[in-house]
Every structure is written in structure tokens, then in C-alpha cells.
């Protein structure tokens, strides 16, 4: 069946960086978008950017630029978010979805929850 | 551009209906017909309800309902059942600038 699934949590220091995978299964990555959405502990659901799993294109909200970077390896049909200089309101679950040519995310993964901490 | 406007919490009793509203600007809900609606149950994943405003995707029953008026959508969900509770999200795309937003999502309680 169709799914996503990804990396195990994560902890890290202030400053640094992390690097999440998602890999699909039961359909060709390069067919849908991979978006990331981000959710802190008790919060509402933030976007962060896209990719454009064929062309490798990418698309961040303006929060995020100039710290996310958003990538494939289509041999493996795996997408990747990495987000750098953590801060403590970093710490969030932070997941892939897909969409086809809308915003209708209708797979997700299961989640990899980041904490950041000293 | 600011999270879409959902109120905090609603509620209801099993078998009655409920809306919850979704308000945007002209720059997002009003402007482009790509609102959807997403269910989350405590530690689980969102779960897609709508998309393009009122198209339910297989397997969703169609007690889930979708609309829009100028730059304000809403879920309706009729026939309340106990494991509706949760809280639900509302999404718009946003233009070049901003194109994906969420709301800030809606507590649903089932008396």
C-alpha cells in the first residue's frame, strides 16, 4: 500500500542541524510533491516548502529560507528536509506529505518529532 | 500573510451537525479554489477530509462537507458521531508569496 515513512526522532543542540528522510513506497516518488509541515508540541500545523520530487525544484515559505534545504534521491525513492541553526522553538513533529496537483495531501507520513535542547 | 481564522473550539451532540468556518482574504480562501480540510486524532497524523473546497477524496463519508463564500470556507459535518472529535485544520493555497497556508485549527468536542 501507499505510504510514507520516516526517520526516528531526533535530538540536537542549539546551532545545529538536522536532516529528516521520507521514503514512499507503493508509488514512484518523481509522480507526486513532497511538502513538509511542522508541528510544535500543542500547535497548529506550519508549512515549510516543497519540492518537486521529478524536476528537484523547490519552493520554502519565507520563514524558513535561507535555513531549510529540501531534496530527493529518486534511486531510492526518498525525499529529505534538512533544517539548520536549531533553535529551541525548532522542536516540533515535523512531517511529510504528498500532493498530486493541488493541495490535497493525502498521504503522510508518520512523523519524526525534532527536540531541540542544551 | 497570517494563519487562516478558525474559531478555537466547537461542539455537539451525536447526530447533530456542526460548521466549522475557515476565513482567509481575497489573497488565498477567496481567490483560488484550493481549500482543504484535514482531521487529526491526538498523536496521529493529519488526515485528509476535502480538497479543492468540497471534493471528498475515496473512503471519506460523505456526512464531511465542503463549501465556500467569498474568503471564508467551511467544513460541515453532519450526523455527529463520537470519534469525529478531534481537531481539524483548514489549508489555502496563497499565491507565489505565501503558497501554502493552515489554520490555526478547530478543537471539535462531541457532547
Known amino acids: 500500500q501507499v505510504q510514507l515513512v520516516q526517520s526516528g526522532p531526533e535530538v540536537k543542540k542549539p546551532g545545529a542541524s538536522v536532516k529528516v528522510s521520507c521514503k514512499a513506497s507503493g508509488y514512484s516518488l518523481t509522480v507526486y510533491f513532497i511538502h513538509w509541515v511542522r508541528q510544535a508540541p500543542g500547535q497548529g500545523l506550519e508549512w515549510m516548502g516543497w519540492i518537486n520530487t521529478n524536476s528537484g525544484g523547490t519552493n520554502y515559505a519565507q520563514k524558513f529560507q535561507g535555513r531549510v534545504t529540501m531534496t530527493r534521491d529518486t534511486s531510492i525513492n526518498t525525499a529529505y528536509m534538512e533544517l539548520s541553526r536549531l533553535g529551541s522553538d525548532d522542536t516540533a513533529m515535523y512531517y511529510c506529505?504528498?500532493?498530486?496537483?493541488?493541495?490535497?495531501?493525502?498521504?503522510w507520513g508518520q512523523g519524526t518529532l525534532v527536540t531541540v535542547s542544551s | 500573510q497570517s494563519a487562516l481564522t478558525q474559531p478555537r473550539s466547537v461542539s455537539g451532540s451525536p447526530g447533530q451537525s456542526v460548521t466549522i468556518s475557515c476565513t482567509g482574504t481575497?489573497?488565498?480562501?477567496?481567490?483560488?479554489?484550493?481549500v482543504s480540510w484535514y482531521q487529526q486524532h491526538p498523536g496521529k497524523a493529519p488526515k485528509l477530509l476535502i480538497y479543492?473546497?468540497?471534493k471528498r477524496p475515496s473512503g471519506v463519508p460523505d456526512r464531511f462537507s465542503g463549501s465556500k463564500s467569498g474568503n471564508t470556507a467551511s467544513l460541515t459535518i453532519s450526523g455527529l458521531q463520537a470519534e469525529d472529535e478531534g481537531d481539524y485544520y483548514c489549508c489555502s493555497y496563497g499565491g507565489t508569496n505565501t503558497p501554502i497556508l493552515f489554520g490555526g485549527g478547530t478543537k471539535l468536542t462531541v457532547l
Open positions: 479543492d473546497v468540497s
Open positions: 481575497s489573497s488565498d480562501v477567496g481567490g483560488y479554489n484550493y
Open positions: 506529505t504528498r500532493s498530486l496537483s493541488s493541495i490535497d495531501f493525502d498521504c
